[in-house]
DNA sequence: TTAGCACTTGAACACTTCTTCAAGTAACTG
DNA sequence: CAGTTACTTGAAGAAGTGTTCAAGTGCTAA
């Protein structure tokens, strides 16, 4: 039981979230929350280069959230901590309510008619 | 109903994400889960300057995260989706386990002995 | 063993985000 | 009304990220 906390917890945090910050790697956490997938099977999916999906990739397993295992000479990736899907639940359900609140606050403000 | 989708969902999604990825903004988004907050009382709690902390509570605001009232003279914030307290507690569920597999791997690959 | 496919890595430049400073607004207080 | 407290904003340079290109690694198969 470590008693040191190397990087101040709120840290960790922003660096956790910034992890998911981008269009890209949410895409691959969501495929791969569905099931384990082949980078070009993810390729197939995403829009976007081999390097560049290689690179968000690399992003994803600095931070811990997938594992990488070769099978049949291809690369398949998976999630390594399953309460990803969890969280990818969870905003979900913030980004709705947000986007439900602008819309009501864009409703009031227009007021009916433009 | 809205049949249009401006900006697509996953880029949505990170730029939500990349909202809470900062140490400041996380800690603000605790504070407020809480109970509301004054400005002044998120300073005294916040290691950062004034102008720093309406920059960040501005990236907030901007999102739809929180909401500002004036009371009694003060600026008060407050969280604007209760969501929010679940997002951050999955977040830190998947911190916690992160880690703990990080801790893991590093104790499997130190074998023991160096 | 050489060729080829599947994927990763390093490096450079463009782009975004942070922090700070100076100036600005807004509501109380005497 | 002038001063003060409380907070916000704009702008600019520093720091951090993203995309792309070229080169590299590691299986698999001929």
Known sequence: M????PVPLYQAKAEFFRTLGHPARIRV????SERDHAVHE???AIE???SNLSQQLAVLRRAGLVVQRRE??????AISVAEV????LAARAILAAVLAGQEQLRSELGGGAP
């Open 2 to 5: 470590s008693a040191i906390v």
């Open 29 to 32: 956490l969501e495929l791969l």
């Open 42 to 44: 993810l390729l197939d």
């Open 48 to 50: 976007i280069e081999q």
């Open 72 to 77: 049949a000479g291809a690369v398949v990736y």
């Open 85 to 88: 899907r969890d969280l990818l």
